[in-house]
């Protein structure tokens, strides 16, 4: 099974807003309302920022925000910082009741 | 606090064994899903296993035969045992616990490396 479909990089600058894509099938994306979206600093562990599409875990910033259509899912950052700098990863459940990751972005502030 | 520590990366031959351990606090490996996630170096990130609170276990087919995902209750420990280790398998192994609807991580250790390597 390959690697969900995530752009390699995106940028924008400090207050500004950006989306992320992930694109997978019927049998992951399309298919559950089970994708959440992962922040990991260089060195560091992933955390959780999204999951079950749209919700975020206590103390993830109101400006991260999660959504789906069909087969894509995507994650929008608005007012962009400094501190959001960061590789993203969004995944998935899936009909084999396993987990997919998408290949990564590297987000860059600049 | 929930805290996950991970012990037992290092180096091995290809063809090798390695058991990785993950040593929980805060909550109780047993009642919830326990994962192994890992990441090559310089590459993105891989689920592996998951073991259910029930019993059943998954894997990744890059793993599935080799890999062996389970856990001790006495100890509040789970483990990945890695039998013919191949270079590939290289990486950074975390272990995650998963949240609600039992699909996502919300807490990760800070992961145990294994090299694969002659």
């Known amino acids: 099974q390959s690697a969900l479909t995530q752009p390699a990089s995106v940028s924008g600058s400090p207050g500004q807003s950006i989306t992320i894509s992930c694109t997978g099938t019927?049998?992951?994306?399309?298919?559950?309302?089970?994708v959440s979206w992962y922040q990991q600093h260089p060195g560091k562990a992933p955390k959780l920022m999204i999951y079950?599409?749209?919700y975020r875990p206590s103390g993830v910033s109101n400006r991260f925000s999660g959504s789906k259509s069909g087969n894509t899912a995507s994650l929008t950052i608005s007012g962009l910082q400094a501190e959001d700098e960061a590789d993203y990863y969004c995944?998935?459940?899936?009909?084999?009741?396993?987990?997919?990751f998408g290949g990564g972005t590297k987000l860059t502030v600049l | 606090e929930v805290q996950l520590v991970e012990s037992g990366g290092g180096l091995v031959h290809p063809g090798g064994s390695l058991r990785l351990s993950c040593a929980a606090s805060?909550?109780?490996?047993?009642?919830?899903?326990m994962n192994w996630v890992r990441q090559a170096p310089g590459k993105g990130l891989e689920w592996v296993s998951i073991?259910?609170?029930?019993?059943?276990?998954y894997y990744a087919a890059s793993v599935k035969g080799r890999f062996t995902i389970s856990r001790d209750h006495s100890r509040n420990t789970l483990y990945l045992q890695m039998n013919s280790l191949r270079p590939e398998d290289t990486a950074i192994y975390y272990c995650?616990?998963?949240?609600?609807?039992?699909?996502?991580?919300?807490?990760w250790g800070l992961g145990t490396l294994v090299t694969v390597s002659s």
């Open positions: 995650a616990s998963a949240g609600g609807s039992y699909t996502f991580f919300n807490s």
């Open positions: 805060g909550f109780t490996v047993s009642s919830t899903y």
């Open positions: 073991i259910y609170a029930a019993g059943p276990t």
């Open positions: 019927s049998s992951d994306v399309g298919g559950y309302n089970y």
């Open positions: 079950d599409v749209n």
């Open positions: 995944s998935s459940f899936t009909i084999t009741s396993t987990v997919i």
